[in-house]
C-alpha cells in the first residue's frame, strides 16, 4: 500500500499573499483569511548595503555547497521501480511547460537559536502569480522549525536561502572542487536570493507539525538581473479554500534517502525507488480531506526535499499550468493514518 503525502492547503495565506506582498485576490479565492501572517527576519534587509546583501546571499551558494545541501547521501543516483516511474512519483521532463520554469529548488542555511551551529538543507517552492511578481510559496517548516522538547529537528532558523526556479542538478558534481558558482545549466533562470519571509501566525506560535499551519510565501530577488522572477519564469494562480477531494499534481524535488520510505528493503522489490534531488517529480492522484485536522493526504511515494513543493488542481500536462492550492507538508508511512499535524485546512 502507498504511503500517503499530506499536504497544506492554501488557507491562511490569503493575508500573508494577499495582503503582505500585495498580491491581488484571485477571482477564484476565498475573500476569508484565518490568521494573520508572521514575518520572521528579513535575510536580506532593505537600505544602503542591500544590493552587495544580496550578492553576498547569492554567491555564498557554490557548486560545493549546493551539492551538499541539494543531493542525496548515498552518493548515487536516482533509482527507479523496476516496472519503471509511475504515477506515485516519476520525473517531469525537462522544459515542459509552465511548471518546469516556475517550480524550483530552494537551498537553505540553518542556525540553530540555542547553540548556535550550522546546518544545511534542501526543499521545493514555486513562483505564484502576485502583483509584485516576487513571491514564491514554500512550506512553513523549511524557513523555521522548533519541534516540542528540541526532539527530532531542534529549534532552528534560515539564515541564508536562496530559490532556484527550473533548477536541474544533471550536471551538479557530488565534490565539486573550488568557489565555481551554477551555470545556466543547473539553474536556466538564474539564483534568486530570498529577502523577505513569512510564516501563517499559528506556525509562528508552534514551529512544530503539532498546530501550526505548514506554509510559507518568501520574497526574492536577483542580482544579476533586474526584472522580478515572475517576468522571467512565469506564475501559477492560486486558489483558496478549494474544495477536497480533487485530483492533484504535487511537483517537488525528493531528496532524503534515509526518510524515504520506498527505499530498498523496506517495501516490495515493485514499489522500490530512491531520489537523488537532481530532478523534478511529479505525484498525482486523487486526494481526500482528514475530518481530524481538514488537511488533503494522497497516496504518493517521494521523500523529504519535496517539502514546500507545488500542489496544483486542474492541471494541465500539455501546458504546465494548474492552480496552486496547497504545499507538500510531511508524509506517513502506511499503515499509518497520515493526519496532517499542521492542522492544513480552517473548517468550512
Known sequence: MPSRRAFTTVIGLLTLVAALLATPSPARADA?????????????PAGAGYQDRLR??????TLGKMADAGLNNEDVDATPPPGGWDDLSKPWPRGQGLV???????????TDVDTGAVSTSSCSGNVVTSANRSVVLTAAHCLRVHTPLDIGFGNVVATNMVFVPGF???????DPSGTSLPGRDIAPYGVWGVTRQWITHTWSQSADWLLGRDMAAVLVDNPDDPRP???VTGGQEVAFNQPQNRIDHIFGYPTINERNYYRPGNVPTALQRTFDGRRLMVTQGTA??????????????????CSGGAVLQDFDPATGA??????????????RSSACSAGCRAPT
Open 32 to 44: 476569508r483569511a484565518d490568521v494573520a501572517p508572521s514575518e520572521l527576519r528579513p535575510l536580506v
Open 56 to 61: 553576498a546571499e547569492v554567491d555564498y551558494w
Open 100 to 110: 518546469s520554469r516556475t517550480a524550483g529548488k530552494l537551498f537553505m542555511e540553518y
Open 168 to 174: 536541474d542538478g544533471t550536471n551538479l558534481p557530488r
Open 229 to 231: 522572477v515572475g517576468e
Open 288 to 305: 481526500r480531506s482528514d475530518p481530524v485536522y481538514y488537511n488533503d493526504v494522497m497516496a504518493g511515494a517521494q521523500s523529504p526535499g
Open 322 to 335: 494548474g492552480v496552486q492550492v496547497g504545499v507538500f507538508s510531511r508524509y506517513d508511512a502506511p499503515p
